[in-house]
């Protein structure tokens, strides 16, 4: 990671190398069961930053123009 990734980026990045991780690796079942705990708030917190950031860009176009 560079030090101009973004928190969304960081994120993301860590969330796709989870889901690559259990696609090829054989995790045992608690570490599956970690990873996916892991995975599940990462994208929570990526949909949360998205919200966020449609929030401004809402707020950016003025009145009305969401939607």
Known sequence: M???STPFDA???RLEAIVK???SAEPS???AVKLFKEGKALAADCEQ???ASQEQIDA???P???G
């Open 2 to 4: 560079s030090d101009s």
């Open 60 to 62: 950016a176009m003025g």
């Open 64 to 66: 009305g123009a969401s």
């Open 49 to 51: 930053l998205l919200k």
């Open 11 to 13: 994120k993301l990045a």
């Open 21 to 23: 991780q259990l696609e």
């Open 29 to 31: 079942l608690d570490e």
